[in-house]
């Protein structure tokens, strides 16, 4: 499994252009039918920063890999938390992986879906140079 760092080295995997998926893709590809094994897993837990909280308004930068509970530990010491309860008994659910399953839990019902609280992204793909940002 391929553990990048950075955005850049996520690209640099993207440009090899190998069938390769999201490490633990397996939890979830229980749930629906297989296909192929990938050739090249890549886990996003060396991108696990929470770059930036800006409690004032209500508004967080964080990486793909950070842990969702350490996010939420992170945002209870100013009396704030992410709207997601995800099934996650070990602790290993992260922010992008909560995104990208869509496993919200209950609490989607009241609050939305992960999805409904992003205001903005940077994406790699293939194709892109660098990150493409939404606004803020």
Aim: charged letters at 25%; proline letters at 10%.
């Amino acid at each position: 499994m391929e553990r990048p760092g950075t955005a850049e080295e996520i690209a640099a995997h993207a440009r090899r252009g190998s069938p390769r998926a999201p490490g633990r893709w397996r939890d979830q590809a229980r749930l629906g039918r297989l296909g192929p094994a990938p050739e090249i897993e890549i886990s996003t837990c060396g991108l696990d920063a929470l770059v930036e909280h800006n409690e004032g308004d209500l508004t967080a930068v964080l990486q793909a890999g950070l842990p969702l509970a350490r996010a939420q530990e992170t945002f209870a010491k100013k009396g704030q938390r992410l709207c997601l309860d995800p099934p996650d008994g070990g602790g290993l659910a992260t922010v992008g992986g909560v995104v990208a399953t869509g496993d919200s839990g209950p609490l989607r019902h009241r609050f939305g879906a992960a999805r409904d609280m992003i205001s903005a992204y940077a994406w790699r793909s293939q194709t892109a140079p660098s990150p493409a940002p939404g606004p803020r």
